[in-house]
């Protein structure tokens, strides 16, 4: 049972913005929105000059969405995350009402075969099933550290209690359908489940059940023919070569025609060319790849892996389950989908359509990353 | 913390730390192991040649005037990658395109059609490129036909037009040298894997037959490329390369079109006037030689076709039509791919040879109606004895059976069908002198060789065809098994290997197997016209620069020499000129103005027609003029033409009317063949 509450501590010295929170966490998560910015620029300006259009447009919206983002994140660490639990019902009903109204035709707009995105006037949009992974998260967080007795693992109703939090918003994504993020939160799920406590055969079980779901999926037709030919062009990059298969060869070139240094920010002819599509958005790291090689790259893969060993120290550090639970969920969430996007723009991943965390073009996923680090930092505050 | 907790979060993190390290590793194999690969697979996708084919040079005849030359069309072309895609696989889009070309469908459909994706038997006006050129549908659109297209693209996807410089065969004098020219036709994808050092580019045209596939390499010039660095969307970003095409060089040839449509016409008539005495006619050819340089005048043969329906766009029907039996096959040309038995024309070879087996010059022989020769009666051509003559007389009237005596004592001398180790195959050896079965090394392309039935020759044919014969009423058609064609096939089975008495007998007046070509012809009277010299007959005089700077003349190159004494070669003059004077020419050349010495030749043709009829008699003259001094020699030729002088020698007597300006005729040649090179007004094509 969580007995350390140690409600009231604000860290030891807030003379400045940062202070008491994770430095080295907070360095590597801005140097990630600074490159963010700039392959987005570079990803985009060519492109919209020789359009007419601004070459600024996207450098200026990401820079909003940064901006936004660390307030986003700056205010998560403002309330202390054991006060949040009792929101919990809130941030998750919250959540699946975003999913739910997405789906109402006329509300929810259609990019790329998915109804994932509610448009507002003024061309704002945003993702709901971004926000919703953090619904999930601390939903489940919330639901597996609750301890009965002396139980050192949480009982089999609780599972499935926190199973069925999950389960509302998966089922709510599916019909959108958008299989990344369902595949993103699968995999948090699974790993919140099994940090908790809960036996292995709930894990095993789960990945049965998941891998079960997926053959199913596919077989009774629930999956799109866009997202089946995305699957084939990852077995065959041949076979579907104007689309998606194009696509992901274009992406390989790019990055391997970058080589160690690099040709140079601003100056990848395959980058300027425009030969990968959606490469500011799931597509930016090709970018780092092209005109930063294999330093500048390596750099990004370094960095994410200095943020993940963070997140994994604090969470080891908190004695306080509920927050580890956050933290388990956030790694998760973060490492899966770095992998998941990186892998595919490499080949290791077949293609679905999930951002990378910091550096894509996007306001709604930057929000929900920006978001996790500010649990993060918000359990590593609280934490003596 | 619990321990049980604490360890799922090590393995947790364990394998998010070796996800993140096999990201490390792919991206250090991609970019660092592996990023040569992908930096020239990057190139590959960035970089675009743009391609601008040079300006063909001319070809003009020896006086400037043009006989090939480039003029500015409208190119409509289809894109099969484009096409393909298209639910009906594009035939609603080529309806539309042959209506408003004004084309059969039927021909822009198999214009478009790649060969191979057609049954061999249906390939006449296929597209010999790829599927990833643009394939021409016309040259020829008009203006308002191009803007209709690329007004309504969405109508026309696929579809594009553009102005090309298309090959054109003027005709200015009304010759058209269909198969000294040849044409221009797409690269094909063995000219783009060529190892000849040349590099071809898929929107190039190259020379696919004559003149235009020799000297290719001269007239093609150097391709423009320009290479760019394109977007996706094909946009040019950025120029990498740029080197301007250079014109190519033009050919200046010995043709001149004035005599050639004069031949061409006059080959014409003869065939006409052949066809209105009975004859069937059904081709020909007819040869003005330079006997002095080897250049080829003119060169005609019959039937042709306007070269111009290459670059206008070949229909099925035309394209069916070059290789048709009925139509005569006018993709063939007969002065140089024609192998016909010489018959008379022969006999200069003859009488060579029986000066060499020791027969004097000076001596008379007898000219009886007929010889028999073991069980057959070999006759001569009219059946009419001339009792003992001399061999000037003997060559004017033609006599066959001189040259029957003497070629079978030669032959009985030699062992006869039990041949000697050495035998001294006078006739055999002086046809090879002569250059029988040789070609003549002219410079355009297939010529054929004919052929010396000599004992070599037997024997191969005899390993060929000996299952034949000696099966022959179990291999053979029913229609053939006629008692005289059993009683054939049994000795041939029996002594085919050998030449025998018969085979002998023919050969020395020119029946037989021989096979010679009209080129060969003008050849062997050239050298007896001259010197004795085989000449090379050749089409090319130069190549010069556009700026008239000349890169190659091509000097007279002679392949051998006659193996007969000056004597000799004096008496065969002649004899030569006694034809016409006094023989089987007299009539022909009544009248001319001008000395010619000439050969009439009429040879039996075995065999059948296409409706079984028998194949009437080949007409041949061949001659040289003036006879002192000659400076041309002419060569007619007719397939199934009748006699020869009748025919053939009607027809060069009309051409020697226009080279010399007699009988009322206009002179071709008032001061002579010219030998200084025009000058080429590459602007205006022609002046000489």
Redo the contacts between chains.
Sequence with gaps: MATNLNIGHRGKDRRSFFAGSDRALNIAVLLLLFMGIVLVYAATRDWFASNGLDPEYYLKRQLINVIIGIALAYGTTLIDYRLLRAYTPVVWGLGVLGLIVVLIPGLGSTVNGARSWISFPGGFQIQPAELAKISIIIGMALILSERIANNDAPTDKQVVQSLGVAAVPVLLIILQPDLGTVLIISACVITMIAVSGAGLRWVLGLIVVGITGAYLAVASGEVSEYQLNRLRSFVDPNADPQASGYQLRQARITIGSGGLLGKGLFDGPQTNGRFVPEQQTDFIFTVAGEELGFLGAGLILALYFVILMRAFSIARRTNDLFGRMVCVGVIAWFSFQIFENIGMTMGLMPMTGVPLPFLSYGGSSMFANLIGVGLLQNVYQRTR | ??D???L??L???IL??S??L???G???Y???A??????Q???D??SRDIVTPALRGLIVDNEGNLLATNKAGLMVTADRSVLDKLEDKGVSVLTRVSSVLKLNYEDVYLRTRLCPELPKDQRNGCWNGNRYQPIPVTKEASENQVLTILEQSDLFPGIDAQPVSIRYYPALAGERATHVLGYVGPITEADLNNDSGIRYYRNEFKGKAGLESVYDRFLRGTAGVKTV?????E?V??ESRNTPAISGNHLIVHINAKLQAVVEQELKSSVLRAKASGRRADAGAAIVLDVKTGGVLAMASYPDYDLNIWENGITVKQAKELYSAQSGVPALSRAIQGGFAPASTFKVVSLSAAVDAGYSLKSRYNCPSSVQIGNREFKNFDSKAAGLIDMTKAMAISCDSIWYQISYDEWVRDGGLKPKANPNDYFFNMAAGFGVGKRTGIDLPSEISGRLPNREWKRGWYEQNKDFYCNYEKRAKKSQLTAYLIEIARENCLDGDKVRAGDMVNFSIGQGDTLMTPIQMAVMYAAIATDGRLVVPQVAKAIVQPNGKVIKSFAPKYSGELPIKKTTLKFLQNSLRAVVTSGTATGAFAGLGVEVSGKTGTGQVFGRNLDGSAKDDTSWFASYAPSKNPQYAVVMMVSQGGFGASTSGIGVRRIYEHIFGTNGKKAVFPNGVPNRLPYIDSSKGAIS
């Excluded at chain 2, 592996?34 to 930096?39: A, L």
């Excluded at chain 2, 660095?229 to 969307?233: F, T």
């Design positions: 913390m619990r049980r907790s604490a799922s979060l393995v947790v993190q998010v730390a996800l993140m096999a990201l490390f792919r991206l250090f991609l970019q660092v592996d990023g040569p690969r992908y930096q697979a990057a190139l996708i960035q660095i394109v977007d996706r969307k946009a970003t950025q």
